[in-house]
């Protein structure tokens, strides 16, 4: 079991950007994929990014291709989220994920979330 701990949300303005980081322990981190969730007031939790254990594979939804970007840094144990041009759309409470496999991405260990509010 991987237990992870996000932080860097917060509250900032349409147009801006901020850095999510998620803290890893519990396995070598290394032998892992890592992911980000977000889910909206009301809606369903949805797929934001992944990152294959190597750091070179990655996914994103369509929604934020070209804005954000997922990376990890393995001497660390942290995987990031940074996020550009932000838009109210991108409020929600964004949570870290891992699992074995980039593919498997959402059915293992979540974190508690950190809370990201855009305004316009």
């Known amino acids: 079991q991987v237990q992870l701990v996000e932080s860097g949300g917060g509250l900032v303005q349409a147009g801006g950007s901020l850095r999510l980081s998620c803290a890893a322990s519990g396995r070598t981190f290394s032998s892992y994929a890592l992911g980000w969730f977000r889910q909206a007031p009301g809606k369903e939790r949805e797929f934001v990014a992944a990152i294959g254990w190597g750091g070179a594979t990655t996914y994103y939804a369509d929604s934020v291709k070209g804005r954000f970007t997922i990376s990890r840094d393995n001497a660390k144990n942290t995987v990031y989220l940074h996020m550009s041009n932000l838009k109210p759309e991108d409020t929600a409470v964004y949570y870290c994920?891992?699992?074995?496999?980039?593919?498997?991405?959402?059915?293992?260990?979540w974190g508690q979330g950190t809370q990201v509010t855009v305004s316009s």
């Open positions: 994920a891992a699992s074995n496999s980039i593919s498997t991405i959402g059915d293992d260990d």
